[in-house]
């Protein structure tokens, strides 16, 4: 009698399983093909629609093709419930409306229904491409050549590695052949430089050339690179095509960083320094925002007090009006050189309508030890009621030419 009964108990709990696995299986099969059904429906309301239009709207279907293919954005159902509608006006994906074109590729299988998907709108990809590297082929009017160079700082051996890349676009005296090399100097050292091998009979050289120099870490931003590039004519002569100054001051330089640069290439200052030095600047005037903009570019031959890597050089630039001192800015200072590179940039505010009374004062000081300042020169550019000469042709040539920058080297004075 108990063997009956267990018997009964196990057939009926049997019976009961099975029930249950049947009644699950058959739930799967149904929610299945729920969302088959529903994607079904979303895909065949896509197709329904012009392939290249957004909605019905006669004018979004005209501006649609101008546009480039863009990739839809859709919120999916789960996150209805965070007010996506009011960001996108409620522009919400019915089974009867216009969808916004989606890719004809297979179903995503993320979604837990796409029939309730919300639009908030489409990615360009005109919009993520990398920009063309023009460098080797915009090249301005009276560019006379282009530098690739590259830049690393080793901290714990305190070593500068420059790299020399290529030279593009060389204009050597003479139409015929090119055989250019480059010297490296670290300035303010002037008497020691590095060489590159020389490249014959071409106006496009690579060098791809490795070149060390130990600066410490302390003296490394006080230092400036300078490229010269030669050209060795028939006879063995050599002859400068032309220069390019990189001062290490603003660089971020650490192991892991290596810079890769390019500077086109500047002609050499042929005529003698004058009696306390030269100053090169450049001048701009945005008549719009009426900003005056005064790049200090550099100095050479001045007259040092002292030959010591104590002394230290700079520039400071003071804006006048009615001989009415404005406001100044002052460069960072060079340490022991006669020809120090600045490369700063200051801007200043001035009214279209003072340009006829105003003026710019750009004095070369240096200081021994932070102690004592001297003035190594001067040189005042601005309309005709204050200069003469070239200071005032510069400054006319800045006003005739708004916006661009007007780059000349100016006679230092010491006279007030």
């Not at 990615?123 to 560019?143: A, C, Q, R, V, W």
Request: net charge neutral; with cysteine.
């Amino acid at each position: 009698m108990t063997e009956q009964a267990v018997a009964v108990a196990g057939g009926i709990i049997g019976g009961i399983l099975l029930f249950v696995l049947i009644g699950i299986t058959a739930y799967l099969l149904w929610k299945k093909f729920c969302w088959f059904h529903s994607y079904e429906k979303l895909t065949d309301a896509v197709k329904m629609t012009n392939a290249n239009a957004v909605f019905q709207d006669q004018s979004e279907i005209q501006l649609k093709t101008t546009r480039p293919r863009s990739v839809p954005f859709i919120i999916p159902p789960t996150l209805h419930e965070r007010d996506w509608i009011n960001l996108m006006n409620e522009e919400h994906v019915q089974e009867d409306s216009d969808p916004y074109m989606i890719p004809q590729s297979g179903p995503r299988s993320s979604f837990h229904s796409l029939a309730g998907a919300y639009v908030v709108g489409t990615i360009n990809p005109e919009l993520y491409k990398f920009p063309e590297d023009k460098s080797e082929t915009d090249f301005p009017e009276g560019n006379i050549g282009r530098l690739w160079f590259s830049i690393e700082y080793e901290q714990e051996s305190e070593r500068l590695l420059v790299s020399l890349i290529k030279v593009r676009k060389l204009q050597p005296p003479a139409a015929d052949s090119c055989s250019p090399f480059v010297k490296i100097y670290l300035l303010p050292d002037e008497r020691s430089y590095l060489q590159s091998k020389m490249k014959r009979k071409t106006l496009n050289p690579q060098f791809d050339e490795n070149f060390v120099f130990q600066v410490s870490s302390k003296m490394l931003f006080q230092r400036t690179l300078k490229f010269l590039v030669y050209h060795v004519d028939k006879q063995k002569k050599h002859h400068l095509l032309g220069q390019v100054t990189f001062p290490l001051k603003n660089e971020m330089l650490t192991d892991d960083n290596k810079l890769i640069i390019w500077r086109d290439l500047e002609k050499e200052n042929l005529e003698p320094p004058s009696e306390y030095g030269d100053i090169q600047f450049s001048l701009s005037y945005n008549d719009y925002l009426g900003r005056l903009t005064v790049v200090v570019l550099r100095a050479r031959g001045l007259k040092l007090q002292e030959e010591s890597h104590a002394i230290s050089v700079y520039v400071k630039v003071s804006l006048m009006n009615h001989n009415k001192f404005i406001k100044s800015k002052k460069t960072a200072a060079v340490l022991g050189s006669p020809n120090p590179v600045y490369n700063e940039t200051f801007s200043f505010k001035a009214d279209q309508t003072e340009l006829d009374t105003a003026s710019l004062n750009l004095s070369v000081l240096q200081s021994i030890k932070s102690e004592k300042t001297h003035l190594l020169g001067h040189v005042v550019v601005g309309p005709f009621m204050y200069t003469r000469g070239k200071e005032l042709e510069h400054w006319n040539e800045m006003i005739s030419k708004p916006k661009e920058l007007v780059k000349r080297w100016h006679a230092l004075r010491h006279s007030t």
